[in-house]
């Protein structure tokens, strides 16, 4: 008898710690949410072509407290997508080796991370590995549930970028898929 009390309490003190994780979490993310980045915010398209970018470069202004890695103001704009013509980084021999991402774009197509890791996660049957550029953006993600949307990415052929929902920012990755 004494067992299965054990048993019973342990399960309803399981029970009671998840909804409190759960709000600690939402209130994790109002918080991000409300200084300008994360929080949920799917920007309604990619960044435009560099040439665009140009003239807003000044405009823009870091929030306060928000790390240093590539993210999307709830404006819109995409701050740390810098374009130099000459970034061996983003030059590629072959872009498009593997095909193109055919599964959807923009805020229409929020696809939840299945699994894997920064060389290698996917989605929904899709394949995808980060620039190892980026690699030390992509600390944080939960590569087993993190909600990304895909982007093309205007100035880099063969690159897409995929912005994390939860956390606000964006990393360039490669279809492999």
Not at 3 to 25: D, F, N
Not at 48 to 64: G, K, L, N, V
Not at 119 to 138: I, L, M
Not at 148 to 157: G, L, M, Q, T
Request: charged residues 20%; negative net charge.
């Amino acid at each position: 008898m004494m067992k299965r009390l054990i048993v019973l309490a342990t399960a309803l003190g399981l029970c009671t710690l998840a909804p409190v994780y759960g709000q600690e979490r939402n209130r994790e993310q109002q918080e991000r949410g409300g200084r300008g980045f994360g929080g949920g915010y799917v920007p309604p398209h990619g960044p435009q072509p560099a040439q665009a970018r140009q003239q807003h470069r000044e405009a823009i202004r870091e929030p306060e407290g928000h790390p240093n890695v590539p993210y999307v103001t709830h404006e819109g704009h995409w701050v740390g997508h810098e374009f130099e013509p000459n970034d061996q980084r983003f030059h590629l021999a072959h872009p498009f080796e593997h095909g193109r991402f055919t599964g959807g774009f923009g805020p229409g197509h929020v696809f939840h991370l299945e699994g894997g890791n920064r060389e290698r996660f996917w989605f929904h049957g899709f394949y995808f590995s980060v620039a190892p550029f980026d690699y030390a953006y992509v600390a944080d993600w939960d590569w087993t549930s993190d909600p990304i949307v895909i982007y093309e990415d205007p100035d880099h052929p063969g690159w897409y970028l995929a912005y994390n929902v939860r956390l606000g920012t964006y990393i360039h990755v490669m279809y492999l898929g």
